[in-house]
């Protein structure tokens, strides 16, 4: 199978104003090679220390054994404030265990197996929406998702007025603030001018209002009983066991704020690239067809399992394309990594991206593989390299339901449809919100013969 592209990574050695230079353009490719087989790099400069940590005993230390000394920066928070506010994913401390404790009940298994009808009629109305010729696909995957997200959320298709005023919004907003900037590494006085905060903020503020309107309304849904029993009453419903509280609206809008950002972009990354890589590995996307035409046309929860290369091929493309590239969490006391002394305040890198293709966790790391997932030693390998959720107590909540998505989107798509790269249009991977291509992807989409849909 032939290998799938990742960034042209810079030289080892660029001067500090050169890499800041390719840092604004991407992240990704900013960062040298050498960090592929790496177990742990410095980056230092006169205004701060950054260490990208590789070493799997690191990142266990960082993420499980004491993540409360390793709290997210508020320099990541900066970039995300206009739109996400306090929410789960930028706070710390007793605030974010607090939102846990709320919001963990509504992705448990029980619940997840309530969503899945919702999931499953959202993917085959993706699947007619296609259409035989050369298409977007990034786009169709945005479509999608946003779609299940509306559909399990708040039990809405994407066609609802407000689900679209949403989506359409947030595809405005998507390529104007990048998930990791700048000053999520450099200490900036805040009277420093950001050309693009204007923009971003005036973005923001409009997704909010939307998300807004929608947990009002369905706030009056619930005090007059008629609420549907979907992900949005289940959270806006539950209190907190600790404290006896549950969300206010003003909290209920930072919350869905990022399950649209986790639910929808990061899946419509993953989905994007998996396609992409079946298109150009047709061995592997006629085994997904074969498994998806025997799935039941009205499948149950249990009926996943079936799916079980659709699995693998999506958990390799979840490895080989990371949707949150890069983690980064700030030292609170003194540490000491790999015999190197840690100061306060230094910043803690942990790239979901790079480990995914690290020469000395993976076996043939640029290669996609689904067949690996199989094997027994992938076992190792994937403890040690494997992030695509985090891991830890701040492992994504909804990890089960991105999975299930992801299966139940290729199979629904792949079961009438085939997909075949367009000649000498490689796409290239940059970090926006999410690893997204740098000019899209576009594949040419054809019928099956004897399509089942």
Known sequence: MSVPPKPAARPDRVGLWRYLRLFRAD????????????????????????YMCNDPDLIDLVLKERPDHFPKSDRVREGL?????????????????????????????????????????????AEARLAPGTVEIEAECSHAAADIIFRTLF??????????????????????????NLAAFLPLPRWLPRPHRRAVTASAREIRAL?????AERAARIAEGTA???????????????????FTTGEMVDQVAIFFL??????ASA????????????????????????????PGFSDLSRLKFTRDVFREALRLYAPVPMMVRETTQAERFRDRDIAPGAQVVISS????????????????DPDRWARPETRESARAGYLPFSAGPRVCPGAGFAMAEGVLMLAAILRGLRLDPVEGDVPVPVAHLTVRARDGIRLRISRRGGSSS
Do not use: C
């Open 271 to 298: 989905l994007a690239w998996a396609l992409y890589l079946l298109a150009t590995h047709p061995e592997a996307q006629d085994r997904v067809a074969a498994e998806a035409r025997a799935f039941p046309e009205n």
């Open 353 to 368: 991206f790079h480990l995914g293709r690290h020469e000395r966790i993976w076996t043939e790391p640029d290669r996609f």
């Open 228 to 246: 549907p029993d979907d992900l949005a009453t289940k959270i806006m419903t539950t209190t907190d066991p600790v404290t006896g509280q549950g």
């Open 81 to 125: 404030a206009p739109l996400l506010g306090r929410s789960v994913f930028v706070t710390n401390g007793e605030t974010w265990k607090r939102q846990r404790r709320i919001i963990d009940p509504a992705f448990e298994g029980g619940r997840l197996r309530d969503t899945f009808p919702a999931m499953w009629a959202a993917a085959r109305a």
């Open 262 to 267: 986790a639910g929808h972009e990061t899946s």
């Open 211 to 215: 998300i807004t309107r929608l947990t």
């Open 27 to 50: 992240i990704l490719s900013a960062q040298p090679e050498r960090l592929y087989r790496a177990w742990m790099a410095e980056f230092r400069t006169p205004f701060f220390r950054s």
């Open 155 to 180: 039990s809405i298709p994407i066609e609802h007025a407000l689900a679209s005023a949403v989506f359409q919004a947030f595809r405005r907003y998507q390529r104007t603030q990048p998930l990791l």
